[in-house]
């Protein structure tokens, strides 16, 4: 078998106890091939549902194992039987697939891929029903390939309303929410559930409990670390690397060939700066900077204000600023620019291009930066125990940006194209 990962142990004893999600009630009987060995493996499989909807590292029911381990596989070579009798049944293909999803949590050898198989052949045969992609989604997550299931549930969610949705599939999609380390994700589905009335659930209370915890409130006027502001990872696009802020709402993205210099945060404020270039002219090299400053608003400041108190308007500058729409990671930009001739002597005027916007705190601050996590692969054959990562929470009320690129004007153009791919691929929540 493959080495099953536990992510959270503490949740081992709740995952025996509590009743199945999405399951054999999910399965239209009545659409099932009317053939007595299909309709007896279907009752048979729903009498031991209970013992078989999870896997775990030790039996604390009170059927011994084997007996349960030889109804699954009965039931499952009736049901294999008869999808080579009716292969274009979409239930059948269903059913099978779940039935060898829970042969597997009692470790049936080969029933992974079983499952796998039958219910990709439900997708295909008809890619409008929710349920085969959304059964194999939690297959996936739960046997390893969470990443990839959790993708799985975030594509229904994207091709559908809320509302359409039954409530368990968000319960479903709060579990793999809260292994591939999703918590705002987890966050809102219990907001869907809460306006759906949804039946009460120990498991969920719980999830959303484990979702809470896993952001930390940050002190507006203390201090944080850098490597607690911010967080990168690759992202396999021309972007190169993406760095997140989760206090203060925003994702950046530097080009592979661009030196970071990051800050931490002090008093509800952290900056970036990016290296650009470095870029030749008559003078020898030039190496333009993008500048990003993010903090809260101060009582009473309106975003002119900050406009005004961020620009750097030095004497001499001849200071230019407009509304702008264009090129803003927000609905609305004040834009600015100053030169001050001479500035970079014989590089040429120095010319600052100053971009500000504001935002408020969303409904479910990180949602957007979010993405499933893969668990790290554990040892084979051994129960493996991980620790996710804890985010900080955004900062409270309204934030306000700037984006500043400082360059010579003898290599505005190349620096000016710099300026626009990162505010481009800048977002803020």
Not at 8 to 16: G, H, P
Not at 166 to 182: G, K, L, Q, R, S
Not at 272 to 285: I, M, R, S
Not at 316 to 321: E, H, N, P
Request: hydrophobic share 40%; proline share 6%; aromatic share 10%.
């Amino acid at each position: 078998m493959t080495c099953r990962r536990i992510f959270l142990a503490s949740l081992l004893i709740l995952f025996i106890s509590i009743p199945a999600l999405a399951g054999l009630k999910d399965i239209k009987v009545e659409k099932l091939p009317q053939d007595k060995s299909v309709i007896t493996a279907y009752n048979d499989m729903l009498a031991i549902e209970p013992y078989v909807e999870r896997w775990g590292p030790e039996w604390h029911h009170e059927i011994a194992k084997e007996k349960v381990v030889a109804v699954a596989r009965r039931s499952l070579e009736e049901l294999q039987k008869a999808c080579e009798s009716f292969p274009e049944n979409e239930e059948l293909l269903l059913l099978t697939g779940e039935v060898a999803h829970y042969a597997h949590n009692v470790d049936v050898e080969g029933t992974g891929a079983l499952a796998d198989s039958a219910l990709r052949r439900a997708i295909a045969l008809e890619p409008s029903d929710v349920r085969p992609e959304w059964f194999l989604g939690n297959h996936l997550v739960q046997t390893g390939r969470s990443r990839e299931g959790a993708e799985n549930l975030l594509a229904i969610e994207s091709q559908h309303s809320w509302k359409e949705l039954p409530a368990t599939f968000w319960d479903d999609y709060i579990e793999a929410c809260i292994i591939t380390n999703m918590p705002a994700h987890a966050l809102r589905a219990g907001n869907y559930l809460a306006r759906m009335h949804a039946e009460p659930s120990r498991l969920r209370d719980t999830y959303l409990d484990i979702a809470r915890k896993r952001f930390t409130v940050p002190d507006a006027a203390g201090s944080q670390e850098v490597r607690s502001v911010w967080y990168a990872h690759e992202t396999g696009s021309e972007c190169g690397v993406e760095f997140v802020a989760s206090a203060f709402g925003v994702s950046l993205c530097a080009k592979a060939e661009w030196r970071v210099q990051p800050s931490g945060g002090k008093n509800g404020q952290t900056t970036f700066v990016f290296e650009l270039g470095p870029y030749k002219c008559p003078a020898g090299d030039v190496t333009p900077e993008i500048l990003l400053i993010v903090r809260q608003a101060k009582p009473g400041e309106s975003l002119e204000d900050f406009l005004r108190a961020s620009a750097p308007n030095k004497p001499g500058s001849q200071l230019t600023t407009r509304a702008s729409a264009l090129l803003c990671p927000a609905q609305l930009c004040l834009s600015a620019e100053i030169v001050r001739p001479g500035g970079y002597q014989e590089a040429g005027d120095a010319h600052a291009f100053v971009t500000v916007f504001q935002r408020e705190a969303p409904d479910f601050p990180s949602l957007l930066f979010e993405h499933p996590s893969q668990l790290p692969q554990g040892e084979e054959g051994k129960i493996s125990y991980f620790h996710p990562n804890e985010f900080l929470h955004r900062f409270e009320g309204r934030l306000y940006y700037m984006v500043l690129l400082d360059t010579a004007s003898s290599v505005r153009e190349p620096a000016q194209k710099d300026y626009e791919f990162f505010l481009q691929h800048m977002r803020a929540e």
